[in-house]
T-cell receptor
Framework: GQNIDQPTEMTATEGAIVQINCTYQ??????LFWYQQHAGEAPTFLSY??LDGLEEKGRFSSFLSRSKGYSYLLLKELQMKDSASYLC???????????WGAGTKLIIKP | DSGVTQTPKHLITATGQRVTLRCSPR?????VYWYQQSLDQGLQFLIQ???????AKGNILERFSAQQFPDLHSELNLSSLELGDSALYFC?????????????FGEGSWLTVV
């Protein structure tokens, strides 16, 4: 079957760095997405990786290894507003469907 | 603002009733998705339309149905509502092509069934 695994919850300190991991097993691969979702709000797009390597976008970076079925989202200089759930999603086959992870709830402490 | 518009934002209705949620995709997007998210739960994919045609179906109950109209807006119909249907319903859209495959979400419709 198709599966995406993320840690359920992580805690980090304001100003620090945190890495949220995502492993996937899908039939085919056509890209991996990271979204941020604050409680009760819509998910917002953070990053997209389709080739191996690191994509940097400000304080956020996303890494992909297709051979390992692995990605991570790196958040630097954490701010209190980064407290949210982070969703990993993979487009597995060619019909443009996304397979969603359950999300990682990130708690930032002062 | 993602450009995806959903109405209504909040809805309270009784068990057994029927409601319709409406979605206007981003300008130029041909693909519309519907998701359900119960409290503290993950996103559950319901159904996807592309340019008026159903493209994929997820965990959508038989009591639920959807359609996409020629102007590309979409409606999700929920009938014979049960307490467990209370959730946040998101519509999302994308261009539906390999080059434009990022999904953008609307703000959601909060449905409370009492």
């Amino acid at each position: 079957g198709q599966n995406i695994d993320q840690p359920t919850e992580m805690t980090a300190t304001e100003g620090a760095i945190v890495q949220i991991n995502c492993t996937y097993q899908t039939s085919g691969f056509n890209g991996l997405f990271w979204y941020q979702q604050h409680a009760g709000e819509a998910p917002t797009f953070l990053s997209y990786n389709v080739l191996d390597g690191l994509e940097e976008k400000g304080r956020f970076s996303s890494f992909l290894s297709r051979s390992k079925g692995y990605s991570y989202l790196l958040l630097k200089e954490l701010q209190m507003k980064d407290s949210a759930s982070y969703l990993c999603a993979v487009r597995g086959d060619s019909n443009y469907q996304l397979i969603w992870g359950a999300g990682t709830k990130l708690i930032i402490k002062p | 603002d993602s450009g995806v518009t959903q109405t209504p934002k909040h809805l309270i209705t009784a068990t057994g009733q029927r409601v319709t949620l409406r979605c206007s995709p981003r300008s130029g997007d041909l693909s519309v998705y519907w998701y359900q998210q119960s409290l503290d739960q993950g996103l559950q994919f319901l159904i996807q339309y592309y340019n008026g045609e159903e493209r994929a179906k997820g965990n959508i109950l038989e009591r639920f149905s959807a359609q996409q109209f020629p102007d590309l807006h979409s409606e999700l119909n929920l009938s014979s509502l049960e307490l467990g249907d209370s959730a946040l319903y998101f519509c999302a859209s994308s261009a539906g092509t390999p080059a434009g495959n990022t999904i953008y979400f609307g703000e959601g419709s909060w449905l409370t069934v009492v």
